[in-house]
């Protein structure tokens, strides 16, 4: 018993923040982690005046006082700079905010801030965040619409089409089981007569599409007024900068607990190798080091990891975009069918509503739960892995000496 007791103080010394778990804050609203967010900004700043706390204004049509905040710190020498967002799919900030608030609190004091600076962006689609969903307020998931390039937005994403009628079903969401039935029948159906492959299934469904404003994955007709802001906030602090990361937060895809790091497309050879360098660990202890190309995942345009490369870093930049993903379900197929129907079953009654409210409560309890998992050995894993991030690899990258001219 004396053990245990011991064991609960050591855990609760560990993770206590001003009085309670900060494992807590998984279940804190937007406006309370905007708060909280802010708060430790002002901390930061008390102890680096030079450092500005600022805020991005999202008009929205609703009563919500929506907006993106962020910190930028700029050191004496740029040299590198370690970008880190939340909330790019609303529905997954509350990780990104916790690992953006225990940065603040715990780890940043540690790094080398000479010659790093950090841009910490949070709520990047705040109607998102605040709502539970992971799309803004026009149906468009941003992490498909982060681009100044109009070619993505005539992208016609044909394969999709032809699965219009498992992805998007119309009409008020009447059942939960019955509905996954449905939609396993049918895509049985597309993987054996229609001769779709299941690479191509996945693809298909959740890279983006651009014509269907009411469908999953809709990455808009063009950019959202989120985009631009971000745009004119990299524009005036990233350049000049020779090396930079960014780590932009999510959960969902992967295995449960696991944290993927995926590499963005746009990354050059030698990127790749220095990326592989920083994160050398092979035991997939901490993280996973993965591409849009690995097994269970998949490409996407307009990914907000590779806006910082296409859009305003210096030419001869160094740029490490990272996805850091913690897995929630699972990547075989069955989880992934499952990950879809939940997805699917949440934008159908956003659209079409519910034939109870029973059901409502169900599926958007479903929706949470796919993103931000209740239980406490998930949470203490993203815990432990957020530790090892921020602590060992975030630290190393900004310890680096970079040569002289």
Known sequence: MYMLKNLIFIYLLIFSVNGYSSLDLFDKDYSFLRERFKNNSISFLNAHPSARLGKIVIDSKSALNLTTDYLYFEPTVKNKLIIISSGTHGAEAKIGSYAQNQFLNKYAHELNLQDTGLLLIHGVNPYGFATGRRVDEQNRDLNRNFTLDNEVFEFQNKPYENLDSIL????????????????????????????????????????????????????????????????????????????????????????????????????????????????????????????????????????????????????????????????????????????????????????????????????????????????????????????????????????QEIPRN
């Open 168 to 399: 998007n079903p119309t009409g008020a969401v009447g059942s939960i089981t019955f509905s996954f039935v449905r939609m396993l029948g049918k895509v049985v159906n597309a993987l054996t007569i229609g001769g779709v492959t299941v690479n191509g299934f996945r693809q298909a469904s959740v890279g983006g599409q651009y014509h269907k404003p009411t469908g999953i994955y809709f990455g808009g007709t063009s950019p959202a007024q989120n985009v631009f802001k971000i745009n004119e906030l990299f524009q005036s602090t990233i350049p000049g900068y020779k090396k930079i990361m960014h780590l932009d937060f999510h959960t969902g895809l992967g295995e449960s607990g696991q944290l993927h790091l995926i590499i963005n497309a746009t990354a050059n050879s030698k990127e790749r190798e220095s990326i592989k360098q920083l994160f050398p660990r092979s035991d997939q202890k901490f993280y996973q080091l993965n591409t849009g190309e690995s097994e269970g995942f998949y490409e996407v345009k307009g990914d907000f990891t590779d806006f910082a490369k296409n859009n305003v870093a210096d030419k001869d930049a160094e740029v490490y975009g990272l996805t850091a993903e913690f897995g929630t379900m699972g990547l075989d197929i069955w989880n992934q069918l499952k990950t879809i129907h939940i997805i699917i079953q949440e934008n159908q009654g956003h659209h079409f509503g519910y034939e109870s409210k029973d059901l409502e409560t169900e599926v958007r309890a479903n929706f949470s739960e796919l993103f931000n998992p209740s239980t406490l050995e998930w949470r203490n894993a993203v815990a432990e892995k957020i530790h090892h991030l921020f602590s060992v690899p975030v630290k190393e990258f900004s310890r």
